[in-house]
């Protein structure tokens, strides 16, 4: 498909304003569930896993959580021959475990998303003892450091903010950097999300990992930037005649992300870093710098938790990374 003359021209001067910157059957599912318990205790982990989504989609969890958990048992039976959900055993798990190889963080990872299906399995009377409760994998836990202001600056600097690819992407590193919201919500924002009287960003449960709703101020810059982005939206779906109000989308006017593991912002924020040698450009990455400069500034941990979206405000103190000259600095204002 050609490119339509002036469609993706942004008629606005974006760096002027960047100087104010700082599956399953149903009859299948209903003859398992019916079944007695004696005949449950046998059932296949592919069955289970079906049983099992389908109520996670129903709940309303994220596809990529879902995804996870196919992705992940699937492997598990491929490796160590499993196919019965009472066979699962501690030496079957640690079995699975050995033969990856990947890194202990990502074999912890994998880990996790086996326990939380062995805990429905459980839940469901498939298991009578949680026997896997005691498996774990040591991992040196290393804070990983956050974008700082200055790394979204550079970025901003290089980008061409007079296309709409471009601009667009601009604007999803500024939102993901000054509200700290995640990819996954990024994809699922829509121009109704957007509060430009107060300047808030209204996240409804039904977008947020943990389902929780949530209002995340913006600063004047973004509200600009958000406006420009918003009318060029409207160019592009006409352009195209798409019918969405999402607040972004491809320079086509669709969705930017097409499956869990396949997102447009995300693979193009790769491509900048690696072409202009960014090390802390990243979503996650991007997310933690907005965690650190609340933390910098002087916001409470309990309140920055709160804005990640956290369940745990342990997971918070993992995102603020904090070298040892600032430990020594913030003991001495004790002393």
Request: with cysteine; aromatic share 6%; proline share 2%.
């Given at each position: 498909m050609t490119k339509r003359k002036g469609l993706y021209d942004i008629d606005v001067d974006i760096k002027g304003l960047l100087e104010e910157m700082p599956a399953s059957s149903p009859a299948a599912l209903k003859t398992i569930i019916e079944k007695p318990a004696?005949?449950?205790?046998?059932?296949?982990?592919?069955?289970?896993?079906d049983i099992i989504t389908s109520h996670m989609k129903v709940s309303g969890n994220r596809r990529r959580t879902i995804s996870d958990y196919v992705l992940h048992e699937e492997h598990?039976?491929?490796v160590t021959n499993v196919q019965y959900v009472a066979d699962i055993i501690a030496d079957?798990?640690?079995?699975?475990?050995?033969?990856m190889n990947v890194?202990?963080?990502?074999?912890?990872?994998r880990l996790k998303c086996l326990k939380a299906f062995l805990s429905r399995c459980f839940d469901n009377h498939w298991i009578e003892m949680k026997f896997w409760k005691t498996i774990n994998i040591k991992v040196d836990q290393k804070?990983?450091?956050?974008?700082t202001e200055h790394d979204a600056n550079v970025l901003l600097s290089l980008l061409d903010l007079?296309?709409?690819?471009q601009l667009r992407d601009a604007v999803a590193v500024l939102v993901m950097y000054k509200t700290g919201i995640r990819i996954n919500t990024i994809v699922q924002l829509e121009e109704r999300h957007i509060d430009f009287h107060n300047k808030v960003l209204n996240l409804e449960g039904s977008i947020m990992k943990n389902h929780q709703q949530i209002k995340l101020p913006f600063d004047d810059l973004l509200e600009k930037l958000l406006r420009v982005l918003i009318k060029q939206n409207a160019v592009i779906r006409k352009g195209y005649g798409k019918k969405n109000s999402l607040l972004f989308i491809t320079k086509y006017g669709d969705v930017i992300s097409t499956s869990p593991t396949h997102?447009?912002?995300q693979k193009r924020l790769n491509k900048y870093a690696k072409a202009y040698g960014l090390k802390n450009i990243n979503p996650h990455a991007l997310r933690r710098g907005f965690a650190?400069?609340?933390?910098?500034?002087?916001?409470?941990v309990a309140v920055i938790s709160k804005a990640l979206g956290h369940s745990d405000i342990s997971v918070t103190t993992k995102y603020l990374h904090l070298d040892v000259d600032e430990v020594v600095s913030s003991l001495r204002s004790y002393l």
């Amino acid at each position: 498909m050609t490119k339509r003359k002036g469609l993706y021209d942004i008629d606005v001067d974006i760096k002027g304003l960047l100087e104010e910157m700082p599956a399953s059957s149903p009859a299948a599912l209903k003859t398992i569930i019916e079944k007695p318990a004696i005949l449950r205790d046998s059932i296949l982990i592919s069955i289970a896993l079906d049983i099992i989504t389908s109520h996670m989609k129903v709940s309303g969890n994220r596809r990529r959580t879902i995804s996870d958990y196919v992705l992940h048992e699937e492997h598990f039976r491929s490796v160590t021959n499993v196919q019965y959900v009472a066979d699962i055993i501690a030496d079957t798990i640690y079995q699975w475990v050995e033969r990856m190889n990947v890194s202990n963080q990502t074999k912890l990872t994998r880990l996790k998303c086996l326990k939380a299906f062995l805990s429905r399995c459980f839940d469901n009377h498939w298991i009578e003892m949680k026997f896997w409760k005691t498996i774990n994998i040591k991992v040196d836990q290393k804070v990983k450091e956050g974008a700082t202001e200055h790394d979204a600056n550079v970025l901003l600097s290089l980008l061409d903010l007079g296309t709409f690819v471009q601009l667009r992407d601009a604007v999803a590193v500024l939102v993901m950097y000054k509200t700290g919201i995640r990819i996954n919500t990024i994809v699922q924002l829509e121009e109704r999300h957007i509060d430009f009287h107060n300047k808030v960003l209204n996240l409804e449960g039904s977008i947020m990992k943990n389902h929780q709703q949530i209002k995340l101020p913006f600063d004047d810059l973004l509200e600009k930037l958000l406006r420009v982005l918003i009318k060029q939206n409207a160019v592009i779906r006409k352009g195209y005649g798409k019918k969405n109000s999402l607040l972004f989308i491809t320079k086509y006017g669709d969705v930017i992300s097409t499956s869990p593991t396949h997102n447009n912002i995300q693979k193009r924020l790769n491509k900048y870093a690696k072409a202009y040698g960014l090390k802390n450009i990243n979503p996650h990455a991007l997310r933690r710098g907005f965690a650190k400069s609340l933390l910098d500034k002087g916001a409470n941990v309990a309140v920055i938790s709160k804005a990640l979206g956290h369940s745990d405000i342990s997971v918070t103190t993992k995102y603020l990374h904090l070298d040892v000259d600032e430990v020594v600095s913030s003991l001495r204002s004790y002393l």
